[in-house]
């Protein structure tokens, strides 16, 4: 009866070819005439339609990875008859009708788990009770604004249209596709409760988080401002007198010349755009860059690329005739045009990075004025730092991004840029809420303006969002050109600074935990700083908690974001304690059993931030370059678990810059914390892998905090006397240096 109404239409139905005569698929991905249906992985369909079967095998900028497919001995399709398909994986039960239409509400349906019932997914986008996502700069805002969606739902799927997007060519240009012909091209994310298998599957579609260069965690100093070469010097030679740790340091737009006199220009300026190095505030840049570079910190570049290269610059004659310029001509920026961005980079980045500039700040602003790259559907931003990232990569380095978040398939250039925040209370809690739900969003890592683009002093506030900064991707403070804002940890009086050494200092010997937890987001695509329901879902209370968040497997944060009161400027969090563990404060180690509430009160040099008990937590002593010390001695922190338990928390490591990990050229080493009964025994199992650089001994020191005077220690079976650290308020079993290839057991009663 079908194929007699196809007939009564013509021969094909909409220029389509008849139904009914597709044998039923052997491969996946699965062709039904004009449909194609591809399992990416048990959790994430895509849905394609092309009017001529030609379907869409080049990569996009989200579906940028197309190797991934789930093999077909995991996949059971059965005939059901009268163009009707089941299609099972460990997760889904796919029923579709082969009607020679698109996919939609009347030929497929997709069963799912959810909370232990059945549920029933159709192409139809309509989300309900989706758990947040990102937004793509903060310049501006001044309180709490609506995120965009995220990959996660309480309603146990998403969907990703990708069906306008430009695709990828072999030799890595964009170009449109022919949307008149491939009319659909969706990605149906659908994991119930398991929310690490949807953020794998964006891994398996659109690529996984890269590894960033060590220093891109460190600490960050920026500011806008008119510096010279002697003050750049002087602010790292401060950091170091008044004891802070710094790795990379920001040149902002006073570096270039401001002489421009054509351009668009930004913000009613045309100075804002530059590659020619002010010699009056830098007589000499490169002798410059091999001071700060002698003094173990990097350097950065702000870059506003909106005019391109312009008459007033030192090289544009040779710019000028890499493109072939007439007389008078001024050739405009053009994200389109392979050879003018192939000689952007050529003039206006290679003489810096010749110098020694490490990474640019790609500062791009000026999307409002070129929303799409030219003849294309890709926005300028999320083209603008595809291409910054991978020109990047010069020299067997890895990409070094930062920039605003350009959308899906935008995690591939980390680190990013947040935008010009204001500095008050309410952005610093929605900073923290906003951090919380971004790696869901797609965006991993976000280096925020801590303190505050903008705004009144506040030393109070300072202290509070670096507290919040010391716990996210990169502590990086900056501000406004304003005389009365300068982020300089020891200017805002001595209460504050004593507080914010704490904070940097906790930073610096946090690094060993921080990177081998960026190394994990690299394998698994689980974020860095995590909503509290992608580890604990299955408690209804962890959707309730946009104030805190879990940072790596082993810490929980609440950091405090308003003001305190009395004369340690004491305030509070309201933090929740998930069921089935054990939960330490990591600055008094008091105890906190899960499955409760509290309100946390802190002064101003604490905030509530908590150790996950029954794993080794691996630290390094206090290092004034914290992204790049050797790690020759290795501090392990250990609680007590609610139970008994046998876990293992990875240490990572690597060169730290470049490409090599991809080859396997890294060093892991299991840290294993076993509890049975009162007995406990830390293992450090021998090293796995290496690199060059990786320190030949080490030293370790496991600190004890719940441990008993009088209880005994043995290391690798001798009984030892353990000390006791005055500065941390715990016992301190210390193992002198030892080969990495060598065991180590530590026993005692917990």
Known sequence: ?????????????????????????????????????????????????????????????????????????????????????????????????????????????????????????????????????????????????????????RDGWYMIDDERTDLLTPDGWIRPRDTNTHIQDQYCFIYGNDYRSALASLGAISGRVPMTRKYIHGVWYCRYWDYTSDEFLDIIRGYDENDFPLDNIVFDMGWHTNDATLGTGHNGHLNWNGYTWNRELIPDPKALIDSVHARGVTVSLNDHPHDGIRPHEHNYAEFAAAMGAKDGEVPLFDLSDRRYMDNFFKYAHRPSEDMGVDFWWLDWQQNYLYPHVRGHHSTSLSWINELYYRDSQQGNRRGAGYSRWAGWGDHRHPIQFSGDAQANWEMLAFEVKLTACSGQGGCYYWAHDIGGFRGEPNPELSVRWTQFGALSAALRVHSTK??????????????????????????????????????????????????????????????????????????????????????????????WFPAGEVWYDYFTHEMKQGGHTADISKPLDEFPLYVRGGWVLPMQPYTPRPASAPLDTLVMRVYPAAKDVDNTFTLYEDDGISLDYQKGVYATTPLRYIQSGNKAIVSVEPVEGGYPGLVKRRAYRLQLPAFQSGAKVKVNGKIVKPSYDDTVGCHVVSVPAMPLSRRITIEYDK
């Open 1 to 153: 009866m079908r194929i007699l109404y196809s007939l009564l239409l013509g021969t094909s139905v909409l220029g389509m070819s008849l139904p009914g005569f597709a044998a039923m698929p052997k491969d996946n991905p699965m062709v039904f005439g004009n449909a194609r249906l591809s399992v990416i992985t048990p959790t994430l369909l895509r849905l394609e339609f092309a009017k001529d079967g030609k379907f869409v095998d080049e990569p996009t900028l989200f579906a940028y990875d197309r190797t991934s497919m789930l093999p077909m001995d995991s996949i059971k399709i059965t005939d059901l008859g009268d163009n009707r398909y089941e299609i099972v994986t460990s997760a889904l039960t796919i029923n579709y009708h082969d009607d020679g239409f698109p996919f939609s509400t009347s030929n497929l349906m997709v069963y799912y788990d959810l909370n232990g019932k059945r549920k029933k997914f159709t192409n139809r986008f309509l989300p309900k009770n989706n758990l947040g996502g990102t937004v793509e700069t903060l310049d501006r805002v001044t309180r709490e604004i609506p995120m965009d969606d995220g990959l996660l739902s």
């Open 482 to 575: 304003d005389k009365r804002l300068d982020r300089r940890p020891w200017i805002s009086g001595e209460k504050e600074t004593k507080a914010m050494r704490r904070m940097y200092h906790m930073r610096s010997e946090m690094m060993p935990y921080i990177y081998s937890s960026v190394w994990q987001t690299h394998n698994t695509m689980v974020p860095l700083n995590r909503s509290m329901f992608i580890d604990y879902g299955d408690q209804k209370e962890s959707f309730g908690q946009p104030q805190q968040f879990t940072f790596g497997d082993i810490l929980l944060a609440a950091p405090i974001s308003s003001p305190g009161t009395g004369a340690n400027l004491t305030a509070s969090q309201r933090v």
